[in-house]
């Protein structure tokens, strides 16, 4: 599946209001849909990168032999989905970056949806 594909299928979540392909070592995004004036998914896609980079050197410090499945960042309104791509498809630093609606999104669907979107994603 093609990066333009896996967007669009990850809007066609329920309650998805945007979403991003973000490399973690440079910070940018290699792609985002959705968005709009109060959601600026490039300047979310950089913040995030820093969420990510954080958690892994918490799991290094700890010597944790372990991998990110998710992160989940929980707002009043909002739910905020990172799913680093596994490093066996050859991408060991790209994430995808979902923002849903709370009101609207099933948060286990969404992360179900993700896992598929990304078990089919090549870059």
Not at 29 to 44: E, F, I, P, Q
Not at 103 to 114: D, I, K, S, T, V
Request: proline share 2%; charged share 20%; net charge negative.
């Amino acid at each position: 599946m093609s990066i333009d594909l896996a967007l669009k299928e990850a809007m066609s979540i329920v309650g998805a209001v945007g979403v991003a392909l973000v490399d973690y070592d440079s910070g940018m995004s290699l792609g985002t849909l959705g968005g709009g004036d109060w959601l600026d998914l490039d300047v979310a896609a950089a913040g995030n990168t820093e969420v990510v980079r954080a958690k892994l050197r918490v799991m290094s410090s700890l010597k944790l032999n372990d991998t990110i499945e998710d992160i989940l960042i929980t707002l009043n309104r909002q739910y905020h989905l990172i799913r680093p791509l596994s490093a066996a498809k050859g991408n060991p630093t790209l994430f995808l970056y979902l923002v849903l609606d709370r009101e609207h999104a099933n948060l286990a669907l969404a992360r179900h949806y993700l896992k598929r979107i990304e078990a089919h994603l090549t870059v």
